[in-house]
T-cell receptor
Framework: ETGVTQSPTHLIKTRGQQVTLRCSSQ?????VSWYQQALGQGPQFIFQ???????GRGNFPPRFSGLQFPNYSSELNVNALELDDSALYLC??????????????FGEGSRLTVL | DQQVKQNSPSLSVQEGRISILNCDYT??????FLWYKKYPAEGPTFLIS?????DKNEDGRFTVFLNKSAKHLSLHIVPSQPGDSAVYFC??????????FGTGTRLQVFP
């Protein structure tokens, strides 16, 4: 069973630039969620994708956008980067089911630094 | 407005003793509560969960207690082991896998 993989693991960007982060979900999982973890904070829900459609969004501006592909992998795009976007970005996969217990499988994260 | 709070940023416990990690929440509509453990340079991993219709769930050395009237849950680790040293996140959900996390408690288990 292949776990959740994310790329790149680390990257540095400057203010105003754009970034794309990638995630491959665990085999058998059809739902991908993205979380932002700032330093000293817990992960914050950005959005979730199910069947290639956005399925819920947290309190993040529209410059945070995403995609899910037919193989359930996903991308997180952030435009017009700001210094506060510096964080660990976590991808998590799960199986969409009738009773959601909240058990997610996380990747190791992509650490973004914005200078 | 933080719906899930972990007021202790760190906890230090001797090996073999009990570790108790606490979490408070404000939203009475949450129906699942979870604990995740995170080692440095790794993603969080699921540890244990509890449904809001229960008050206790046990899995080996780990037990989670839920007090709905106080909107409080706790994670007990007995006995604590050095490998348990990590950051522990409390999380809550409302029949969804979109989780709301606390800020975490760093547990250090020393010999």
């Amino acid at each position: 069973e292949t776990g959740v993989t994310q790329s790149p693991t680390h990257l540095i960007k400057t203010r105003g630039q754009q970034v794309t982060l990638r995630c491959s979900s665990q085999s058998g999982h059809n739902t991908v969620s993205w979380y932002q973890q700032a330093l000293g904070q817990g992960p914050q829900f950005i959005f979730q994708y199910y069947r290639e459609e956005e399925n819920g969004r947290g309190n993040f501006p529209p410059r945070f956008s995403g995609l899910q592909f037919p193989n359930y992998s996903s991308e997180l795009n952030v435009n017009a980067l700001e210094l506060d976007d510096s964080a660990l970005y976590l991808c998590a996969s799960s199986r969409n089911q009738e009773v959601n217990t909240g058990e997610l499988f996380f990747g190791e994260g992509s650490r973004l630094t914005v200078l | 407005d933080q719906q899930v709070k972990q007021n202790s940023p760190s906890l230090s416990v001797q090996e073999g003793r009990i570790s108790i990690l606490n979490c408070d929440y404000t939203n009475s509509m949450f129906d699942y509560f979870l604990w995740y453990k995170k080692y440095p340079a790794e993603g969080p991993t699921f540890l244990i969960s509890i449904s809001s219709i229960k008050d206790k769930n046990e899995d080996g050395r780990f037990t989670v207690f839920l007090n709905k009237s106080a909107k409080h849950l706790s994670l007990h680790i007995v006995p604590s082991q050095p490998g348990d040293s990590a950051v522990y996140f409390c999380a809550a959900s409302q029949n969804t896998d979109k989780l709301i996390f606390g800020t975490g408690t760093r547990l250090q288990v020393f010999p």
